[in-house]
Every structure is written in C-alpha cells, then in structure tokens.
C-alpha cells in the first residue's frame, strides 16, 4: 500500500491525488504503522516533495505535516537533519520563518523540534556548517512565532529553543539576541496561558544555568 501511495506522490499532475496520498501516509505514521512507513524509504519521498518549488501548496501543507510526523522517530531525527546534505533541513527553516501559509510553517516549526531534541538524545551539536546556514533563518521564524497572536505558535516556538539551547553553538549566538530575551520575558509576565508562560521560564532558567557553566 505504501509504495503505491509514493508512486502516487510523485505524480505532479495530479495535486488532489498526490494530497491524498500524503495524508494517508501521515495517519498511518501517527498510528502503529510508521515503523513500516519509515522503512519504505517514505521520508525521502517526502524529502523530495518538500525540496521540489513545484510541489503544490496544499499537498506541501500534508507533506510538511508528515515529515512532523516522522521526526518523531528519534532514527530519523537526524535522517532528516543530515538528508540531501541538510537541504531539507535548510527547506525546513526557510517555509517554517518565510512560508505565507501559517499551516506549512507550523508543520516546518514541529519538525525542526523534534530534529533539535537530537542534540540532547545524541549528545551532540548541529553540524557548523548547517547551523551557520541557518541561523538567521531560526532566529527570524522564533521572532516571529513568538510575537504571534496564535498561542499554539508561541508554544511551538518555546518548545523548540528549549531544545536548541541545548546546542553549544546556537547559544552562544542565541545569548546575544537582546531582542528575543526581552520578547521571552515579556511572555512570562504575559497573560498567555501557564504552560506557555511555565515554557518562557524554562527558557529563562536555562539560560542563566548554560551562563553560570561557563
């Protein structure tokens, strides 16, 4: 059933069916079934899907979705970090901080998430190179989320630079944003719900504990 859902995938011609495809992947992803849909080399179909300019917005919104999905699997947290020499990764930040579609970007936001906890599971850092590719891009997207009237967006966006702090060169460029500590302390004395609140203070904690470290 999965290989033909790629075939279908792949088939440009047709968004409706390609969109319908991507979405049955992702439910049975979400289900039992993705030990059996990550070992049909579906991630890199989507890889393929979400690095193609042509790819139609509406079937980028279920792929997008999908890769979220995956990144879930601690294997393919890295898979997709590394994949096509971090290009998907490099796509990720880019629709996640540019994408005019507010449901592409917070699927692209979920998944950078989940590929950032790989610094903590793994113990080690986002390669340099692909950091430094995308910094500017992971600090655009955070802003923006963050300033977000969307709770959902904001508590994305907490989440992962929780997990981003984990890594030693984000923090050491992520301590100098100004910017960001004030919009995040802003958040804690904010009317924003208390786990969203709880998050920013996580945040705040764990900077003061990654400066006394050294």
Same mark, same amino acid.
């Given at each position: 059933?999965?290989?033909? #859902?790629?075939?279908?995938?792949?088939?440009?011609?047709?968004?409706?069916?390609?969109?319908? &495809?991507?979405?049955?992947?992702?439910?049975?992803?979400? =289900?039992?079934?993705?030990? $059996?849909?990550?070992?049909?080399?579906?991630? !890199?179909?989507?890889?393929?899907?979400?690095? $193609?300019?042509?790819? !139609?917005?509406?079937?980028?919104?279920?792929?997008?979705?999908?890769?979220?999905?995956?990144?879930? *699997?601690?294997?393919?947290?890295?898979?997709?970090? !590394?994949?096509?020499? =971090?290009?998907?990764?490099?796509?990720?930040?880019? @629709?996640? +901080?540019?994408?005019?579609?507010?449901?592409?970007?917070? !699927?692209?936001?979920?998944?950078? =998430?989940?590929?950032?906890?790989?610094?903590?599971?793994?113990?080690?850092?986002?390669?340099?190179? %692909? #950091?430094?590719?995308?910094?500017?891009?992971? @600090?655009?997207? %955070? *802003?923006?989320?963050?300033?977000?009237?969307?709770? +959902?967006?904001?508590?994305?966006? #907490?989440?992962?630079?929780?997990? #981003?702090? $984990? $890594?030693?060169?984000?923090?050491?460029?992520?301590?100098?944003?100004?910017?960001?500590?004030?919009?995040?302390?802003?958040?804690?004395?904010?009317?924003?719900?208390?786990?969203?609140?709880?998050?920013?203070?996580?945040?705040?904690?764990?900077?003061?504990?990654? &400066?006394?470290? =050294?």
């Amino acid at each position: 059933m999965v290989p033909t #859902l790629m075939r279908q995938l792949r088939i440009s011609s047709n968004p409706q069916a390609q969109q319908h &495809a991507a979405g049955i992947i992702r439910n049975l992803a979400t =289900g039992d079934h993705i030990t $059996d849909v990550l070992t049909t080399e579906c991630a !890199n179909t989507m890889a393929y899907m979400l690095l $193609d300019p042509s790819t !139609n917005i509406t079937v980028l919104i279920e792929v997008t979705a999908s890769i979220a999905v995956f990144a879930d *699997d601690d294997e393919t947290k890295d898979q997709l970090m !590394n994949m096509e020499g =971090g290009k998907v990764f490099s796509r990720l930040v880019s @629709l996640a +901080s540019l994408s005019s579609n507010s449901e592409v970007q917070y !699927n692209c936001a979920g998944a950078i =998430g989940q590929i950032a906890l790989t610094v903590k599971l793994q113990q080690k850092d986002i390669p340099e190179d %692909l #950091l430094h590719k995308n910094i500017a891009g992971i @600090l655009l997207y %955070l *802003d923006k989320f963050l300033m977000s009237p969307e709770p +959902s967006f904001v508590h994305v966006a #907490l989440w992962t630079l929780l997990q #981003l702090l $984990d $890594d030693r060169g984000f923090y050491s460029i992520y301590k100098k944003e100004v910017h960001l500590h004030k919009v995040i302390e802003k958040i804690v004395k904010s009317k924003h719900s208390e786990a969203i609140k709880e998050l920013a203070d996580n945040v705040q904690a764990k900077m003061t504990a990654q &400066a006394m470290s =050294g």
